[in-house]
């Protein structure tokens, strides 16, 4: 019989291609999503790329398409009596948790979308594992984590656990965290959190660490325009290769933040696919929080840069990259060095980002450029506010 | 001019006595609570040792002991509207924050107290945290956080940080942490967004991680009965060494939970005043999270448990040492060392737990013997729920 598999967030960039994927790959599927994404949208005056259809048009056109079915649970993780009910008729046998506030902007705008953020992602990730305790305990719980949790520290980056030899004595630890902004400090929560419910009520779990995705499409995806995802390029949503090419594709600058050697870790979009499913299908013991470091390869926003605009160039198009003021507060020239072998040993053949690729995506933006408002690619949310309040004398 | 210190949780256990050692030592006090738990005691059927004045009338004793003023600002830390009209109105130069749900059980007892307890101490303090950097940004944050946040690592625990060398090259970490149950890890989620904003917006603050305290009253206190503090005892909010000296009182068993080699740092409440003052006195740099372990001697549960029964001995009375089913999933006999230099340097002057001291609690409860509702002493929190629900055919 089909392995049951949540997806959480069903309705997001990740989520929706991962649903497909799964339910393409033989898993018996479930989404949930409370549409907040759309309504940050809407708060932002933000909107996707590529036209979307509505979460039930999707599901509809996926059926034409796939003759699968995906099922749909429409709410909010922060409120436990929906979740209980979700865990309860569906009964999955792996969650996969996508399902939070994705922006690190987002969290930094005020104190009101700061909390929000936080509130939102603990509440909700530890009502899904409440859930996963006391229904369903064998579950294995796959969650979306950053490697943005890690910040730029002065050693290697191990995948999860560091092992400490302190004075003649040894500990390994969770990984050490020094978090970037207010959105991945909630993301450390929530590994805190999860680790704290394996270690305790022995559940079983993946952390998945993840690097910044790009990509416009999955092989699912491109089966049908109704199966587009939510291809964000504005500041607050969009990741930085995204939103390069979407600058190259309307002849705007690359703003590149600063210094530019801010360096992470990257993958494409198919592979998230396969990493998740990769988990899925080995998943962690009882009582383990594991912890995958995924992404494929590390890039400077700089070398990033400088990709979108070779391929760029080589489409006859005209581009500049310039250095812009950087709106966070982060290290602009630092070690990294960021160790992601885990799922590389457990069978993932990665698409790395070549000029071909680039390409694709060019020509895919350029399609939709008329869609492009290049009012939303800088939004102003600064890590340290601009204007400091005056003290009333 | 005397400085500005707000009391978050002015009307707690230890909120109370600091804002009269505060007011007394000359500072302009002012006080904020929501009595929230004034309402958990009503919800579990608990009330402190003595009989606790309000607030209100609290205040007014203390204006008629001591003709000193502590101002008095009742709301929400949740509610940031709240938070900035208290801090434009008061414009405090020190924050004592202990404006937390403070009890590990309490946060254990389903998955609703779970997710109160972590909402409520991160979003009270992220909004705390928010009103500083906005209104009185070089006001410093004296933080309550908790040993117990660090686990029981097998190496040391330093105070606060980590200089971990790892192939060749170092880093400085705050202390990884292993936290208890989901309120200890409600603390880990306060220290990695206290960090953040020392870090990103240049505040002082001064995380205190502080041991088990014990004792029943401070020399404010002491004063008049109507200053008395909320002194507990029973399981949820009771501390271990209080506990063992109400069941001493009444010919109860002293209660150590499982193999009793749970090792833990403690201090006596005059000791908790001390220490918030030479934070207080002495306070951090701009953009520095300084972090001290607020304890002076480290103890096992069954040294306690000992050390108990020997006093009541003295005084005639018989007291017997049980091992009880340990409500929480903990290592019974580890190693621990933890650190605890950096107040003393600061001139600390501990109060180590003799057998007088002992004495002296066991005669104050012996004066409210009739108080104890020995029912409270167990409630029934445990870590592992005790029946797991059953799966339907």
């Not at 392995?3 to 018996?28: E, F, H, I, N």
């Not at 509505?54 to 699968?68: D, F, G, K, P």
């Not at 040894?170 to 419910?197: C, E, M, W």
């Not at 581009?319 to 160790?339: C, D, G, L, S």
């Amino acid at each position: 019989m089909a392995q049951r598999v949540l997806v959480l967030g069903g309705d997001g960039y990740l989520g929706w291609p991962t649903a497909m994927y799964l339910s393409r790959g033989g898993y018996r599927v479930a989404v949930v999503d409370n549409f907040a994404k759309r309504a940050w949208e809407l708060e932002l005056g933000v909107q996707p790329l590529f036209p979307i259809t509505t979460l039930h048009q999707r599901v509809r056109a996926w059926r034409e398409v796939s003759e699968n079915e995906i099922e749909v649970f429409v709410g909010d993780l922060t409120d436990y009596r929906f979740v209980e009910s979700v865990f309860r008729s569906f009964r999955p046998e792996a969650v996969i948790h996508y399902g939070e506030q994705p922006s690190a902007p987002y969290s930094m705008i005020d104190v009101r979308h700061a909390t929000y953020t936080q509130a939102n992602n603990v509440v909700g990730t530890l009502n899904v594992v409440f859930a996963i305790r006391d229904i369903v305990p064998d579950c294995h719980l796959v969650k979306l984590g950053t490697m943005g949790e890690y910040g730029t520290p002065d050693i290697d980056i191990e995948e999860g656990y560091l092992t400490v030899n302190h004075d003649g004595r040894s500990q390994r630890f969770l990984y050490p965290k020094t978090p970037g902004s207010l959105y991945h400090a909630s993301k450390v929560h929530d590994s805190t959190n999860i680790h704290f419910a394996c270690r305790i009520w022995g559940l079983r779990a993946t952390d998945l660490n993840q690097g910044v995705v790009y990509g416009v499409e999955t092989d699912e995806s491109a089966m049908d325009e109704q199966l587009a995802t939510s291809f964000h390029y504005d500041e607050v949503f969009g990741t930085a290769l995204n939103r390069f090419c979407v600058q190259a594709a309307i002849g705007h600058p690359l703003t590149v933040y600063g210094k530019g050697g801010q360096t992470r870790g990257f993958l494409n979009i198919r592979d998230t696919m396969q990493c998740v499913e990769l988990a899925v299908r080995n998943p962690a013991e009882p009582g383990e929080m594991r912890v995958f470091n995924q992404f494929t390869e590390q890039f400077s926003v700089s070398e990033l840069a400088d990709r979108v605009k070779a391929a760029a160039e080589h489409l006859g198009w005209s581009v500049e990259v310039v250095h812009a003021p950087n709106p966070r507060k982060e290290a602009e020239q630092h070690y990294y060095n960021a160790k992601h072998s885990k799922l590389l040993e457990l069978g993932l053949q990665p698409h790395y980002l070549g000029e071909e690729l680039i390409d694709s995506m060019l020509h895919k933006i350029e399609r939709y450029r008329d869609r492009i408002d290049p009012s939303v690619l800088v939004q102003n949310v600064r890590w340290v506010p601009a204007e400091p309040e005056k003290t009333p004398a």
